[in-house]
T-cell receptor, first 114, second 112 residues
């Protein structure tokens, strides 16, 4: 069964460093998302991406964040200068079309900023 | 008022019980309603998906949406210990890029 794949599963980084989280969405999906979940809190939307551009972003998605689809398969989230409060699980999700709302999630990357 | 409210529990039931999980919401633009299951430190796994109002059944799981009351439910029949997880409701409006808005999740334990 097709699935969303995320790497790495766990990343530890020092405050102020840049990190890139990687995702391979389901191959025929057109809409891509990043969400995050701080421990014990709800899953929060960060950004949606369609047709090689950002469709919507949340207040959390400030200038330190960026997304890219560098080729036909990968979808990346870059955090330029990590802060302690960026520590969270980051989930990539994809969705097929605008007529099918089911979004499928990856297993997540646990980001720990020390 | 929060956009999506979900009782975080925890909820503990004996094996074989019927479980009822619920969410309320405030945004009348929501049209798509989903239930996800999440194990600790794992990604949300899609269980059920419903468009607009009505019921949907899949095996032991039934999802109900009442848009007039802005209330959605997930019922699990003949619950099993393997159903122990956190259940998240999520919803979105029309359009492909519409973000999902999640509830906080209800932690369920099914005791053998």
């Amino acid at each position: 069964e097709p699935e969303v794949t995320q790497t790495p599963s766990h990343q530890v980084t020092q405050m102020g460093q840049e990190v890139i989280l990687r995702c391979v969405p389901i191959s025929n999906h057109l809409y891509f998302y990043w969400y995050r979940q701080i421990l014990g809190q709800k899953v929060e939307f960060l950004v949606s991406f369609y047709n090689n551009e950002i469709s919507e972003k949340s207040e959390i998605f400030d200038d330190q964040f960026s997304v890219e689809r560098p080729d036909g398969s990968n979808f990346t989230l870059k955090i330029r200068s990590t802060k302690l409060e960026d520590s969270a699980m980051y989930f990539c999700a994809s969705r097929w079309t605008s007529y099918e709302a089911e979004a499928f999630f990856g297993q997540g990357t646990r980001l720990t900023v020390v | 008022q929060k956009e999506v409210e979900q009782d975080p529990g925890p909820l503990s039931v004996p094996e074989g019980a019927i479980v009822s999980l619920n969410c309320t919401y405030s945004n009348s633009a929501f049209q798509y309603f989903m239930w996800y299951r999440q194990y600790s430190r794992k990604g949300p796994e899609l269980l059920m998906y419903t468009y607009s109002s009505g019921n949907k059944e899949d095996g032991r799981f039934t999802a109900q949406v009442d848009k007039s009351s802005k209330y959605i439910s997930l019922f699990i029949r003949d619950s099993q210990p393997s159903d122990s997880a956190t259940y998240l409701c999520a919803m979105s409006g029309e359009g492909g890029s519409e973000k999902l808005v999640f509830g906080k999740g209800t932690k369920l334990t099914v005791n053998p």
